[in-house]
């Protein structure tokens, strides 16, 4: 599914903007201020921030592609997302040089595919990347086009970068190695389609060094279309790719590009960085004087982390699932209640604890149901991610 492209709307229309439901931006509105009546608030700013951006201010990744025709950007948009978003070949479903939102079943991204045919860029893609800047820029060549000689890919890449500050991160890719000879091997490759592989990528690596730019190692991937992959030709160096990308990106697009690009390690990452700062508001809350802090902070704290982590997994959030989670989480909750009870019991006995063994079960409760969340919605980490 293609979404609105940035040339064909509103100049100011943001393409890769994500759009809260009006409930998520209520709740989050009253729990910043309820927190900015917590003391020492000045040492929260940066998990507030972090959570801020990562989850209420978050957008769509925002990747430009560059290549000649042929070398394969749609096909690999299609691979990187699980889903036959773009028809490969076809006319008429991006508009070259302007910023498309994608959808593939809820995994969303902003794509913009540049033909390296030699010519400036136009005004109209200069103003699509002034008002929405790229995380990231794929520069995309086969082993054939190598040969010959990728100037004018690495060119367009030197106008798409210009004076960007930040610069994106540039990642050079050869593209369809698996049409390298012999042909017909699927990965792994034979020792020989190994090395010509390596050899393509080195004379690709020397091309973007002459060209003075700074770039990630070059990569080499396979998409295989429908019909190769019924011959038993697989995808090669996407895994690597998909946590590439999600790592490179800023963090109020990390959310949506992890759970875009299914890249495991991205999301595990991103969901045990919130859990970690929920956990420490949390704490700093129960420390504070704040009459109801538990009702009006915390707990709205720990349902955002839930369904953030939710969200990433690509999980649904409806009923039966809330359902299933909850039974999961049975232990934790039950730990959390009695550790509660022995919080009332203490404070008896010994006065001016409170606060503190209650800050204590606070943190240990949002903690403990985090990364309940995480290994649910996550999986277990012990098990081997699916490689493709």
């Not at 950007?73 to 070949?89: D, E, I, K, M, P």
């Not at 005004?123 to 520069?139: G, I, K, N, S």
Request: proline share 6%; with cysteine.
């Amino acid at each position: 599914m293609l979404g609105p492209m940035s040339g064909s709307t509103d100049p100011h229309e943001s393409v890769s903007k994500v759009t809260t439901d009006s409930d998520e931006q209520d709740g989050w509105s009253q729990l910043l201020a309820v927190l900015d009546k917590v003391p020492f608030m000045a040492g929260l700013k940066r998990d507030v921030a972090s959570l801020t951006r990562l989850v209420y201010r978050r957008r769509l990744g925002r990747i430009v592609a560059i290549g000649h025709s042929g070398t394969g950007r749609s096909q690999l948009l299609n691979a990187l997302l699980g889903g036959a978003v773009l028809q490969v070949g076809g006319a008429g479903q991006l508009e070259p040089g302007q910023w498309a939102w994608v959808d593939a079943g809820g995994k969303r991204m902003a794509w913009m595919e540049l033909d390296a045919n030699g010519e400036t860029l136009s005004a109209q893609t200069r103003r699509a990347l002034d008002r929405e800047p790229p995380d990231v820029v794929l520069v995309m060549a086969t082993a054939e086009e190598v040969e010959r000689g990728a100037g004018q890919v690495l060119e367009a890449a030197i106008r798409v970068l210009g004076r960007r500050d930040p610069a994106p991160r540039l990642i050079p890719l050869l593209t369809q190695v698996d049409r390298l000879d012999p042909a017909e091997a699927a990965p792994p490759f034979p020792v020989q389609k190994r090395d010509a592989i390596r050899a393509a990528c080195r004379a690709f690596q020397r091309q973007l060094d002459e060209a003075n730019l700074v770039a990630d190692p070059v990569r080499a991937v396979a998409t295989p279309n429908a019909g190769e992959r019924a011959l038993g030709l697989g995808a090669y160096g996407l895994y690597e790719l998909r946590e590439r990308l999600a790592e490179e990106m800023p963090e109020e697009a990390q959310l949506e590009s992890a759970r875009a690009l299914d890249a495991p390690k991205a999301r595990r990452r991103i969901a045990q960085g919130l859990v970690q700062s929920c956990s420490t508001l949390s704490i700093t809350v129960a420390l504070a004087p704040v009459p109801f802090s538990d009702l009006a902070v915390i707990a709205p704290l720990q349902g955002m982390m839930v369904t953030s982590v939710a969200y990433l997994s690509g999980r649904a959030w409806d009923r039966k699932t809330v359902g299933e989670w909850a039974a999961s989480v049975g232990l934790v909750g039950g730990a959390g209640i009695g550790l509660r009870a022995l919080t009332r019991q203490i404070v008896k006995f010994v006065p001016g604890a409170g606060s503190i063994v209650s800050a204590s079960v606070a943190g240990a409760g949002t903690l403990g149901i985090g990364r309940s969340a995480i290994g649910y919605f996550l999986g277990d980490p012990a098990l081997p991610a699916p490689r493709s």
